[in-house]
């Protein structure tokens, strides 16, 4: 007899997530992380989508210690010393539960998450590090925490992108440098009314702004500003593989980002409350590796869901929905006589290939190599700069007309590479 | 503001004596050495003045960028989690 039907290891929104749903499907649950609290080694760049914990939770975003609904978007391709920005604001669209999406910080919202499945009958304890997993017969059996032994059933991976433990068992290859990206962070603590007039919002409306181009130095990435209720979080994503051969050391780079003319008024007056900084799995669809084995399923970061298309970022929403569907697999498991071999627990992937989670990251299969076309972080920023810069200067001298001066613009970016990312974006993202 | 006043906002609790990453740079080559001193958030990996690699893992924010770039030269980092109640505590996160 086990300690526990299921076994977490990891408070993340996976991880709780799954532990809420096993909880409330009638299995006996422990919930493990190595932080002081759940939520205390997490770390996001800032906006969770709704719909997929929506699905879990309904009407969560009203008793959750989200920041802000997401109401304004904006992209801004920048120069050195130039910023041309798209700007799209609807207050009244992208309210409904299932469409919303809100700004939030992980210490306090994966703290509530996992209260969450404690109040649903989860056994959530931290700090508690697990070193290893637990072996009966070959067979995973628990899991190995400092003195403590701890048997299950079977164990949820829900141990973030780093997942040792995925890796101590051969089932998740180590990411390339490639494949991932380094983000770093900082939270600038601001008052609210002061954040509501420098982005346009009224109370509780939030800002996702995203920066590509000079942030990241011409190197694949970007950086990224999400507002909540009093702090900004301001943060800049490398390419690991490109920063490595850079001559800049991210946190100069990340200091050359907050000096830029259309970002330090931003921040202005802002004091620093606290520097965090996360790997970011990018490398899409290819790099998910097997997610399942005998008593055993991988969700979250561990699993490699993550979805950069430029226009939006996304990592939470696939793993709520991943955790959900490891505890449907298990539970069904559990109902169908407990047994928990690859054969049965393989239901899990078949639930996520049914589901958003596969399907989109099959949608956007090619989405990471149109990303990293250096294009994007400085042909189309200088390019942008030209044409508004012609645009918008008057000096006296004889007027052309816009095309005369767009043309050359073009041509110097060079058009058969332009037709190419038109073309390739289309069929990318 | 440098990374050092950055990293004195955060919440740290060291566990001396007890470095959670060891780096043995002899087992390393020139360009992962740099890799180390470019990509950490955090800027713990310096050269010294003859080149040599410096690290210190106090204000570590655990992100594990520095495992990947050294994933090539096995043996060459030892990369874990602090035990249990030490290391970075995020606030906000």
Redesign the interface.
Known sequence: MSDYDVIVVGAGVAGATSAYCLAKGGLSVLLLD???AA??????GGRLYAHSLERVMPGFAGRAPVERRVTRETISLMTADSSVTIDFQKPGGMSDPASASYTV????F?AWLAGEAEKAGCDLVC???VDRLLKDNGRIAGVVA?DDTLTADAVVLADG??S?LARQEGLKP????HA?A?G?K??IELPERVINDRFNLAEGEGAARLFAGAPSGGLVGGGFLYTNKT?LSLGLVVT?EG?????????DM??AFKKHPAVAPLIEGGA????????VPEGGLKTIPDLVSDNILIVGDAANLCLNLGYTVRGMDFAIASGQMAAETLIEAKNNGGDYSKGVLDGYWRRMEDSFVLKDMKTYKNAPEFIERPGTYNVYPELMDGIFSDLFTITGEPAVLARKKIWPRLRKAGMGGLAMDLLKGGNAI | ???EQ??S??KFSVDEGNPHISVDSSRLDA??I??L???????LYSLGERGELHFDAAGC?????C???C?GHPGAMSW??P???F???????
């Open positions: 190595r932080g002081d939520g205390a080694k997490n770390v996001t910080l992980r210490a306090e994966d700090p508690a590090h400092g992108i780093n040792l180590e990411l390339s440098a991932v380094v770093c900082e939270i702090s690991v920063l490595a051969r850079s001559r800049t050391r991210l946190p990340f200091e620093l409350l606290e520097y965090s900084a996360h790997l | 503001m440098n990374v950055k990293l906002k955060n360009d992962t740099h890799a001193t470019v990509v950490c958030p955090a800027g924010l655990e992100c594990g960028t495992r990947i770039v994933a874990t989690h035990r249990p109640s290391g970075v505590t995020y606030r906000f996160g």
